[in-house]
């Protein structure tokens, strides 16, 4: 659209002093002629662009024009940039790359953000459909598999949420009657469905989703040094303390025992829970459920 080529010329020259025709041309895939008559038109809208004919010419901004670059600081355009390239990672590439033209590619070679995961392919097509659902208020069904097993379920959804490194719907349950996130990577079978939604005030305290995993329980755990790195990338260095004998002393909080329990066992016998008691005796068992399904010899 010339609009948006229109705001993506302006941009550019904001924020790289000068650029020229064919540069301009090429980066928008349209012919210098087209590019002139751009220049043209935002001329007469009141933009001051200087053209200057030769060598070290070019098409730029009169200095002394006031709108100058507080419109978009440079860390704040290439900030946008990096937000706009994070999205494309998860968005048809059109999009990405009209976003990343609307607002100029320079300042943001240093940073790369990619948002989708090894289930990329399946992961986009159902950000698409909720971006859908969302913007008509409709209702979705999908299969989803948790913990208690596999279900059918139908879903008001009000948000979609990049949050502890994994996508989620934000929505609201009419069977359980409250707000719910649902990880894409475990829902199937997504389909918007004709059924539309009355949107409902969202409380504040539903969108605090890191409320949700307050750390209750205290997890104290002897852990070998060579596990260091992992203890750094979950919880950070402050998580433990150096113990005479070389080993580690973890110290965290958490929340389900499912997951705490699962992610110890990842140790092997290079974590030993000390405390609280009821984890160290399910460890135990998931220990020796272990030796009994390795211990003995296949028949």
């Not at 590019?35 to 901004?61: K, N, S």
């Not at 006031?66 to 355009?77: I, M, N, V, Y």
């Not at 329980?217 to 005479?244: D, N």
Request: aromatic share 10%.
């Amino acid at each position: 659209m010339k609009i948006d080529r229109l705001i993506g010329i302006v941009t550019i020259l904001l924020q790289t002093e000068k650029s020229t025709v064919p540069a301009l041309a090429q980066r928008f895939e349209v012919s210098r002629r087209t590019i002139e008559r751009d220049i043209d038109a935002l001329c007469r809208a009141g933009v001051p662009l200087v053209t200057v004919q030769g060598y070290g010419g070019g098409v730029f901004i009169e200095p002394r024009y006031k709108l100058d670059k507080t419109l978009l600081s440079g860390p704040e355009l290439a900030a946008l940039v990096a937000g706009a390239a994070g999205v494309g990672s998860v968005s048809p590439a059109p999009l990405a790359r009209s976003l990343a033209e609307k607002l100029g590619g320079s300042g943001m070679d240093d940073l790369l953000i990619d948002l989708s995961s090894h289930y990329r392919e399946s992961l986009t097509p159902k950000i698409e459909l909720l971006r859908t659902a969302i913007a008509e208020h409709a209702r979705v069904r999908f299969t989803y598999y948790y913990a208690k097993g596999v279900a059918e379920k139908c879903a008001e959804p009000y948000r979609i949420v990049f949050q502890w490194g994994d996508w989620y719907m934000f929505g609201w349950c009419p069977d359980a009657a409250g707000w719910r996130m649902y990880k894409l990577n475990r829902l199937t079978l997504l389909s918007v469905t004709a059924q539309t939604f009355e949107p409902r005030a969202i409380p504040p305290e539903a969108l605090d989703f890191n409320a949700r995993f307050h750390d209750g329980t205290l997890l104290r755990a002897r852990v070998a040094a060579s596990e260091c790195y992992r203890l750094v990338e979950e919880y950070g260095p402050a998580c433990y303390t150096h113990q005479p004998d070389g080993s580690l002393l973890l110290e965290i909080g958490y929340t389900n025992e499912d997951v705490a329990a699962a992610w110890l066992l990842g140790f092997g016998a290079k974590a030993e829970v000390l405390e609280p008691p009821a984890l160290r005796a399910r460890m135990a068992s998931e220990a020796q459920a272990l030796c009994a399904v390795y211990g003995a010899p296949k028949k």
